[in-house]
């Protein structure tokens, strides 16, 4: 497996590629969700993103697009999602994308403790196994069901012959429900020919009860639309039926309301450099060799960089700030004060290592360069690793 660098490094414009081969794709647009309230404390923002690493669950064909909305603003937390069309007749869902699990999953008609409204200004939908002509349950004795335990905790009613799933979080929220099979539809594109309401079967899970933060209503949408490496996420289900390759894009926009793409298939962009993927992973684990602050390479052994059970760096759609081991933070931390000692003060605001600075960011702070296995780079700006706190006529700006 391969990915392209630009990966997210705090909140920022992002393109990445979860490559197993190479063929054209599909598209989904993406929304962020932005709350009313943006003064937004990087506690806060660490707060969440520890909830977030918590709900991480351990455990030959075209290309499907799917438009994005959002912000690279980390001021703005929000989540990414997209709709889904499912069912026969076919319905629209608006999903979560989340490339930290595999599962895509819809609310049931059946749901208990569900939200029945969302904050978002969007009508939640209901899937509703009878009245889709194309449903079936899956069963206790099919092999998808064998698969199921690798990604959550499977068991099987003997009652109803159906396989039942559970998602507990490290955050406390989870969901349960049971297994399905139907019809999604999408658009796929052949080089300039699109081909409408192709379709495929899946399977994915109906919840039918839910808790914790996926039971408020601030955020609430229809689901889950997981893109780990498991063999049930859709990205894979759709590849061994021939239907798209084994590879999916997203790119987020960073100014503006941001927005983006979600490509089921590879960019085809001349320009992009490759890094694989470190294998065997549950996550997508990538080979981070070094850092550079204004082109020097910083003194940071690689091992720290190494992927073990408890470390390693890792690409997820959901996490806001970027995260250093001690490690690598110090000398980083090091390198960008030497570099902006004569025209800043450091200071420490709120735990936080700051700086006041007369000027504007790009006059005094170097760019910071991510170095990845097999010659990929991602430069950073400084508006890309600092935030910005104060007023404009004395800046204080932080490291993220």
Not at 142 to 152: F, G, I, L, R
Not at 344 to 349: A, G, L, R, T
Not at 368 to 374: A, E, T
Not at 384 to 400: A, D, E, K, V
Request: charged share 10%; proline share 6%.
């Amino acid at each position: 497996m391969r990915v392209p660098v630009l990966v997210a490094f705090a909140a920022m414009a992002v393109t990445v590629t979860v490559a197993y081969g190479g063929f054209p794709g599909n598209y989904l647009p993406l929304e962020r969700t932005i709350p009313l309230n943006h003064e937004v404390e990087l506690t806060a923002l660490r707060a969440r993103d520890r909830a977030r690493h918590g709900r991480i669950l351990q455990g030959v064909g075209g290309i499907v697009d799917f438009s994005v909305q959002g912000t690279s603003d980390p001021y703005l937390v929000g989540l990414y999602f997209t709709k889904v069309k499912m069912g026969s007749p076919a319905k629209e869902f608006y999903v979560q994308v989340d490339t930290g699990s595999d599962i895509l999953w819809l609310n049931c008609n059946t749901c208990s403790n569900c939200p029945q409204s969302s904050g978002l200004g969007i009508e939640l939908n209901f899937f509703d196994t009878a009245s889709s002509s194309t449903a079936a349950l899956v069963s206790c004795s099919d092999p998808v069901c064998s698969y199921a335990v690798q990604t959550a905790t499977s068991q099987c009613s003997s009652e109803v012959n159906q396989c039942s799933y559970t998602f507990q979080y490290g955050d406390g929220s989870g969901t349960s429900g049971y297994y399905v099979y139907d019809a999604m539809y999408f658009d796929v594109s052949m080089g300039q020919t699109v081909f409408s309401n192709s379709s495929s079967t899946v399977v994915f899970g109906c919840s039918t009860y839910q808790s914790g933060d996926l039971a408020r209503t601030e955020k609430a949408v229809d689901g889950i639309f997981g893109f780990g490496p498991g063999a049930l996420s859709v990205i894979s289900q759709l590849s061994s039926q021939g239907m798209a390759p084994k590879v999916f894009s997203h790119c987020l926009k960073g100014e503006g309301n941001g927005g983006g793409v979600l490509v089921l298939g590879e960019i085809m962009e001349p320009n992009i450099v490759y890094t694989p993927l470190v294998p065997l992973q549950p996550h997508y684990n990538l080979n981070l060799q070094s850092i550079a602050v204004n082109g020097q390479i910083l003194p940071i052994d690689e091992d720290v960089f190494a992927t073990s059970n408890n470390r390693g760096t890792i690409v997820d759609s959901g996490t806001t700030l970027a995260y250093l081991i001690q490690e690598a933070y110090d000398p980083f931390l090091n390198a960008i004060t030497t570099a902006v000692s004569q025209f800043s003060k450091p200071i420490i605001s709120k735990g936080n290592q700051c700086y006041l600075v007369p000027t504007s960011l790009g006059d005094i702070f170097p760019p910071v360069s991510l170095n990845f296995m097999g010659g990929a780079s991602m430069v950073l700006k400084p508006e890309q690793y600092l935030i910005h706190y104060g007023f404009l006529s004395n800046p204080l700006l932080c490291l993220l």
